[in-house]
């Protein structure tokens, strides 16, 4: 009994180590693999702590891939270098900006109409920045054509399911929308202020003719939930699939760069618009009559905390685009005296 | 004892490797084995192997023919000169050092 209980713990230390040293790109396993396995695992025997060797193996196997060491001068290694330094850093911008935003958004809504000229341009600032935050999106956005380009090379069942799977989500939201309305109008309903509210807040998608039914608007608002997180994730799986399938070619990458840099100074740019109609809204009076609670006097908690982190998207995203063009320019350079 | 261990984790392991391979060819564990008798310092494979690939790729050491998973390494002419330019500069800076601190601050 102990000894199988021994070896299922033996077959737990080495796949811990094993799959530590899965942190490392392909062309690294292919040529240290087996002799860095060899090393983890003498190192497993002689005592040293499983957990250490398996950290350090992680330790290594990014910093592998965030600094290229050894690479071998091949340009297709060098291309999807830069290929996935590009879906690293460009997927996580794009998903926290998008974040980062609606929490200001509600945040912006809280700190109400202001008063006086630093009112007014604190609110054209933000507005301002909505258009910048719009076309960082679109900007990002517009990258998946270039996906879609490549997937031209594929064959049409392939190329249709990839599609298919990046273009469904999009599909989806737009049902949600409805779904939404729908769940809105089913919902119990208030009187408010003399006007018709739903449980969500929202009056203008209720119809008098509609009557509450609570369970169903709690059915539809599950179904809503999974058919977001699906399509979501189906939409990661198939952007997965496509940097995998889809040929890496050398224009792909210009335009892959190009969208970096400019989501990166758009992030730039839409901090310093944020941040600047925040510190202009904290000076100016609020125009409390508007609403139906006090206006606060200050900014909320999370506003220069999200200023703050759309600087850091932006600087990731122009450090990657800049790696990632590197990395391009060295795989050309290596093609062409190939 | 703390500082010197503190400055000693400090070195560049790159030369830690070269310096062992100095003695002759060796693979992956023999490697961590000599460095951890000679400097204390205990690599992982992680960092162990980060070297190798930036030695092996500056042409400073090569590979031998593998045994069982084992790969051995030698040091090049090349990595040899790096290695001994390394070490008299090393020396120089450890003579002046140990000079300055004989005479004491001004």
Known sequence: ?338 | MVHSMALSERSDPSLLVLVSLAEGPKHGYALTKDIEAFAGISLGPGTLYGCIARLEGRGLIEALPAEDRRNPYRLTAAGATALREELERAAATSALGLRRLEVGPV
């Open chain 1, 1 to 338: 009994m102990s000894r199988r209980n021994g070896a299922h713990a033996e077959g737990r230390r080495r796949g811990l180590v094993g799959f530590a040293g899965l942190a490392y790109p392909g062309w690294w396993r292919d040529r240290y693999g087996p002799e860095q396995a060899r090393l983890a695992e003498d190192l497993v025997a002689e005592g040293r702590s499983r957990l250490k060797v398996a950290a350090s193996l992680v330790a290594g196997g990014l910093s592998v891939r965030l600094t290229g060491t050894g690479m071998p001068p091949i340009p297709e290694a060098w291309a999807d270098r830069s290929k996935w330094v590009l879906a690293t850093t460009l997927l996580p911008v794009l998903v926290g900006t998008f974040a980062v935003m609606t929490v200001l958004n509600n945040a912006w809504a809280e700190v109400g109409p202001r008063t006086g000229l630093l009112g007014r341009v604190a609110d054209d600032l933000w507005q301002a920045g909505m258009w910048t935050n719009l076309a960082v999106l679109l900007t990002g956005a517009a990258a998946w054509h270039v996906v879609y380009l490549g997937t031209r090379e594929l064959d049409g069942g392939r190329r249709r399911l990839l599609l298919a799977g990046l273009l469904l989500p999009f599909a989806v939201v737009l049902g949600l929308f409805g779904l939404t309305m729908l769940a809105g109008n089913l919902g119990a309903h208030s009187v408010q202020g003399g006007r018709l509210t739903t449980p969500g807040g929202s009056t203008w998608t209720h119809f008098r003719s509609v009557p509450d039914h609570p369970l169903a608007a709690a059915v539809i608002a599950v179904a809503e939930g999974i058919l977001g997180y699906g399509g979501m994730a189906g939409f990661f799986v198939a952007l997965l699939v496509a940097l995998r399938t889809v040929p890496t070619r050398s224009w792909m990458l210009g335009r892959g760069v190009l969208v970096g840099r400019v989501v990166g100074t758009g992030c730039l740019l839409l901090a310093v618009l944020v941040g600047a109609s925040g510190a202009l809204a904290v000076h100016a009076p609020a125009l409390s009559f508007a609403l139906p609670a006090p206006v606060p006097s200050a900014l909320p908690w999370c506003w220069w905390p999200c200023v703050a982190s759309l600087v850091g998207l932006g600087v990731l995203a122009v450090v990657g685009a800049r790696n990632a063009g590197r990395c391009r320019r060295v795989a050309d350079h290596l093609a062409a005296a190939a």
